[in-house]
Antibody, heavy 116, light 112 residues
Framework: QVQLQQSGAELVKPGSSVKISCKASGYTFTSYDMHWIKQQPGNGLEWIGWIYPGNGNTKYNQKFSGKATLTADKSSSTAYMQLSSLTSEDSAVYFC?????????WGQGVMVTVSS | DVVLTQTPPTLSATIGQSVSISCRSSQSLLHSNGNTYLHWLLQRPGQSPQLLIYLVSRLESGVPNRFSGSGSGTDFTLKISGVEAEDLGVYYCVQGTHAPNTFGAGTKLELK
């Protein structure tokens, strides 16, 4: 069965960077876009961007251009998102989600807390 | 960016009641390829969102058939025919026709 297993919670300092992962299993990793979505506490969902692991193509929400960098490792079927120059506004839960029939599979989410 | 306006923001229902959620788009979501990339998600408390309906009206595998989607162009509706306790949570519409993908603000379904 399809599973997206995300890395654990992160507590990071302002101004630093963090890289979170999303390990896919149960399907052909290189055949589907992987999207990343942000959810701030008590808020709705915000689309960050996607990567197509088959060729590494990416597309970003302009709002996150320069903030988020999406990569993928085909050998380990893992997608990554690096967030840079972190501020308190980046404290949120970050989800990865496969897009097949819409956003059909989601990771469990990674809580990133930015605090000194 | 496409704005998706969901109404109502909060919905109070009794078990067995039928309810509808509206999602209106600031632009037509009909893609040039003929598909309409409008989907519905449910996020239960403390959980990741899950897909309920994709491409306006197609029921995701494993989702009860009390859920149905309809609409076209800019107006879309999710209907729950007979709310059950497990349906409580926040419902989101999401569009993938126009970049960037955008989500509605959500509709919270509560028990009355």
């Amino acid at each position: 069965q399809v599973q997206l297993q995300q890395s654990g919670a992160e507590l990071v300092k302002p101004g630093s960077s963090v890289k979170i992962s999303c390990k896919a299993s149960g399907y052909t990793f290189t055949s589907y876009d992987m999207h990343w979505i942000k959810q701030q506490p008590g808020n709705g969902l915000e689309w960050i961007g996607w990567i197509y692991p088959g060729n590494g193509n990416t597309k970003y929400n302009q709002k996150f251009s320069g903030k988020a960098t999406l990569t993928a490792d085909k050998s380990s079927s893992t997608a990554y998102m690096q967030l840079s120059s972190l501020t308190s506004e980046d404290s949120a839960v970050y989800f990865c989600a496969r897009v097949g029939r819409g956003f059909d599979y989601w990771g469990q989410g990674v809580m990133v807390t930015v605090s000194s | 960016d496409v704005v998706l306006t969901q109404t109502p923001p909060t919905l109070s229902a009794t078990i067995g009641q039928s309810v509808s959620i509206s999602c209106r788009s600031s632009q037509s979501l009909l893609h040039s390829n003929g598909n309409t990339y409008l989907h519905w998600l449910l996020q239960r408390p403390g959980q990741s969102p899950q897909l309920l309906i994709y491409l306006v009206s197609r029921l995701e595998s494993g989702v009860p058939n009390r859920f149905s989607g309809s609409g076209s162009g800019t107006d879309f509706t999710l209907k729950i025919s007979g709310v059950e306790a497990e349906d409580l949570g926040v419902y989101y519409c999401v569009q993938g026709t126009h970049a960037p993908n955008t989500f509605g603000a959500g509709t919270k379904l509560e028990l009355k």
